[in-house]
Each structure stands twice: as C-alpha cells, then as structure tokens.
C-alpha cells in the first residue's frame, strides 16, 4: 500500500470512487423505495461517506467492522458487493443476510462484517467482545466500530469504553457524529456535546476529526490502526459530520432547517474531494466521466440482480427461527 499521507493518482482517485460508490448506490436504494421494491426501514448514509470509506482503507481484510443499521456504506467499502447488498435490500434469498435483515442487518462473516445493528449503541459490546477475543487469542486483529452520538446516552457505551481501556483492548471506537439522535439535537440533549471528551475520561487516547474530509479521516484513521495494532491499546475518534436526508424514509424533519442542511451540502466530501483532485491535477475530464460511468454500471446491475433474485420458498419461513437439528 502507498504512503496514505501523501495520495498518488491511482490511490486518490481510488478514494473518490469508493465514495461515489456509496453515494450512487444509496441514491438507487431511495428511488426504489419510493417504487415500493424496498421496504421496511432505509437510513441513508447520503454526506457522511468520507468516514466509511477514509477508515476502510487503514484495515486489512482479516479487521472486524461493526456498524449500526445507517451502514450500507461500511459493508461496501469493507469489500462486499452491490449485488448482495441490493438483493439484501429487496428482501431476497441471496442477499447478505437471506433477505431476512434487510436494509438495517447487513452482514457477511466472510468479510467480518458483523452487523448492520439496529438497536442503538448495541454494536459497541459486540466490538470490544471481538476485541477481547483477539487479544486472548494473540491475533493482531483491529476492530473498528462505527456508531453515530445517540449512542454515547446508553450505558453500554460507558461500560465498554471502561473494558476496551482497562483491558488494553485492540479496538477503534469512531463515532458518526452528525449532530442529531433522530430527532434530538445534540446540544440539547448532553451536557458536553464534544464526545471525544467522554473516551479521554475513561483514560482513552481520543480525538476530534472532520469527517466531511475524506485525506483528514484517513489521516487520523491510519495512525488510530497503527497504534491499535501495535497493542497500545484503544483509540477513539469523533468525526464531525451530517446526513443530508432525513433520518430514515419516515422523517419530516421538523427539528432543522433547510439553511443548516444547504450550510453542510457545501461541505459535501465529494465535491470538496474532487475540488482537491483537479487542484492538484490528478483527475482529468475522461477519467472523471468514465469512473462515473464504471459506478452507474455497478449500480444498475446491482439493481437487475435484485430484481431477478428468487424470494425465499413459503416452506421455509420458519427455517433459523429455532436451531436445526444436527445430524
Ligand atoms: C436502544 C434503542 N433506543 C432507541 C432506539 C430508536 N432509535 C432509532 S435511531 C435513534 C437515533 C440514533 O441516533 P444516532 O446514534 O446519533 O445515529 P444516527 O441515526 O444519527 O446515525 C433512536 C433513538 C433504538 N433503535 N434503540
């Protein structure tokens, strides 16, 4: 892998596709939504992708990703495919999860994708078990954890920020802080509102990012894995963010106006990013257009395997509710 700190072309136009990748995939996701080919919940990660996709590029393959259900980015960038992801969407037998999570429950044990987790703040145990697991096992493993600032109000996320630091474990704790729980805003709802503060009183080395800055996010990112790697122990990062859509498809958005989401639409990390790249002169017009093009190709086959996957048969519906018989 090449010096992250100093992108070449091949590797900054890398980072840009992965974003694009995300976005365009979720702009498909809301379209089908609104066409009824997807049901049930869909929060849409739509402004915070330079998060997902400046982290994923610190990890190896063999890392441990848990997000929570905003985190149809996060299964992508971790290497699994638009195919699966969409099928998954729609509800269809060879979706990530048999179409039985959909949208909120992506996961992929090969690619250690462990959730997709709806409950809020419920990633965060899991994490530091992984990273237990790990570390008693003597594998040099890194666990990231994504989860967005709602999450710092449970209690769990107290208790396993006390383990991962007490136990020395190796773990990336990076919360998505896109300033609002649904609808509670954040200043409104903790006394200290900049959540890094909460890991460093728990002893944890924690810092605050701007997460609409793909290079920033990989910057801290890097060093975070590193030192995670090295058996320092856990690192916390707060990365400043937005989501432009509403929380989920259900969501009138009451609680903010339409000035505050323009303000940080002009902070867009794809349009900042690609403003970099042309500065810089490591993107033409033609590679530009034809990246755009490999990407709606993407998407468009995701969406026909989606549609031509099979439901799965009635017969089976009660299949997994209970553990099967062994033989
Ligand atoms: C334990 C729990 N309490 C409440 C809810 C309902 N709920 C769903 S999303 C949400 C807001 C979470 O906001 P945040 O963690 O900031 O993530 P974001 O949606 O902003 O990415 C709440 C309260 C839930 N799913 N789980």
Redesign the pocket.
Known sequence: MSDQTTPDRERALHLFKQMLRVRRMEEKCAEMYSAQKIRGFL?LYIG?EAIAVGVMESLRDDDAVVA???EHGHALVKGMSMNCLMAEMYGKMSGCSRGRGGSMHLFSKKHRLYGGN?????GIPLATGLALADKMQGRDRVTVCF?????VA?GEFHESMNLAELWNLPVLFCC???L???G?ALDRSESQPDIHLKAASYGMHSSQVDGMNVREVEKAAKSAVDAVRRGEGPRFIELRTF?YRA??MFDAELYRTKTEVQQWRERDPLANYLDYLEREDLVDDDELARIEQEVIEEVEQAVEYAENADWEPVEELTRFVYSEEKE
């Open positions: 929060h915070e929570t259900y905003r709806a409950i809020v703040g419920g989860f967005g600032e709602g999450a449970e998505e802080n896109n609002y729980a649904m509670t989501r929380h989920s």
